[in-house]
């Protein structure tokens, strides 16, 4: 397994020979999962809005008893739909340009010159696509539930599915699943170090109000990314 700064390498190698197809391509993948996220947090958000001016308290306490379960019902309402709303964005929308995404990155890093209709692969085997990211998104959660850590680690187990899905047709759910697990065994230490190692760039994209996140961080940690999946799978094509 080559280290993280000849893997970089060849993710910087690739970026540069195809750089505004991975600049797009990255930032469809970080504006849908950024939206998803947005809408989850919506409603968190939406009751101070509509209470300016008194506090919540005094502006229940002023209504009749038939009138608070009527705005407690219109709240609960709102939130579940746009919880609603942002699962199935997430479901048939993101998981699907997700794989697709990866799919560019990985060809791109391979081939250096991979084009932008691979961002509409994960769309071709949609019902594979969407139960098996459905099946690894409900085992993070169940995960998280037993604390931060097991969630963080979990994620990286999962790492390479949206990979292996496109590689690995053949492969079920569970078993796409799974072989990213056992792929990622000993290797999770190293995928977690090739992350961090992009931090300075990350804080220079803050500096720079997210210009450098944009137009180089996101674009080069998917190729180097890719690289590292490559590497694991298919150790002569990330030459």
């Given at each position: 397994m080559r280290d993280n700064t000849e893997l970089k390498s060849i993710g910087k190698a690739a970026f540069k020979a195809n750089y505004w197809s991975s600049v797009v391509a990255s930032l469809v993948l970080y504006a849908l999962l950024g939206g998803t996220a947005a809408a989850n947090s919506a409603n968190g958000s939406s009751a101070e809005t509509t209470v300016q001016g008194q506090s919540i308290e005094n502006a229940v306490n002023g209504l009749t008893d038939t009138q608070q379960f009527a705005v407690l019902g219109a709240i609960a309402t709102a939130g579940l739909v746009i919880t609603i709303i942002s699962?199935?964005?997430?479901?048939?929308?993101?998981?699907?340009?997700?794989?697709?995404?990866?799919h560019f990155f990985r060809n791109n890093v391979a081939t250096t010159g991979a084009t932008l209709n691979d961002l509409k692969e994960g769309f071709g085997d949609y019902g594979r696509v969407f139960i098996t990211l459905f099946l690894r998104d409900l085992f993070l959660v169940l995960w998280s539930l037993l604390f931060f850590i097991p969630g963080i680690v979990k994620s990286y187990s999962y790492r390479l599915v949206p990979y292996l899905l496109k590689d690995h047709p053949e492969l079920s759910a569970t078993e796409a699943i799974t072989r990213s697990r056992q792929m990622m065994n000993g290797h999770k230490w190293q995928a977690f170090t090739l992350d961090l190692s992009f931090i300075g760039w990350y804080l220079l994209g803050i500096l720079t109000l997210g210009a450098v996140t944009i137009f180089w961080a996101n674009p080069y940690h998917d190729n180097a990314a890719a690289a590292f999946y490559l590497d694991l799978e298919y150790p002569s094509a990330a030459a």
């Open positions: 699962l199935l964005i997430k479901i048939f929308l993101t998981n699907p340009l997700q794989v697709g995404c990866y």
